[in-house]
């Protein structure tokens, strides 16, 4: 499963930015799919997923100012971000998986990840 993540960019604190994640794997939307970053010089950590049933999870710094939502006919998932902040600032990765709900947040859950997208909020 190949895995195309796009949407990054610069944008000013306060500001919106929406992530995309495609993938043209027909079983796609079978797939829970996750959004996760690194920021420079820290660990990779865990945003949000969105399950195969469109069930989310979001980790508590980003409740209230992201969303994420799929499209399956689209082969989409996309992570709205709003009132971003400077420490958003990081390479986001979307991947892909089909962990129970209580194994989400773990990045070794995911089988496939997408190439990361660069977003970088100023302050």
């Known amino acids: 499963v190949q895995l195309q993540a796009s949407g990054g960019g610069l944008v000013q604190a306060g500001g919106s930015l929406r992530l995309s994640c495609t993938s043209s794997?027909?079983?796609?939307?079978?797939?829970?799919t996750a959004w996760f970053r690194q920021a420079p010089g820290k660990e990779r950590e865990f945003v949000a997923a969105v399950k195969w049933d469109s069930s989310t999870l979001y980790e508590d710094f980003v409740k209230g100012r992201f969303t994420i939502s799929r499209d399956n006919a689209k082969n989409l998932v996309y992570l709205q971000m709003n009132s971003l902040k400077p420490e958003d600032t990081a390479v986001y990765y979307c991947?892909?998986?089909?962990?129970?709900?209580?194994?989400?947040?773990?990045?070794?859950?995911?089988?496939?990840w997408g190439q990361g997208t660069l977003v970088t909020v100023s302050s």
């Open positions: 794997e027909r079983t796609f939307s079978r797939y829970s």
């Open positions: 991947a892909v998986g089909r962990p129970i709900t209580s194994a989400l947040r773990p990045d070794t859950s995911y089988y496939y």
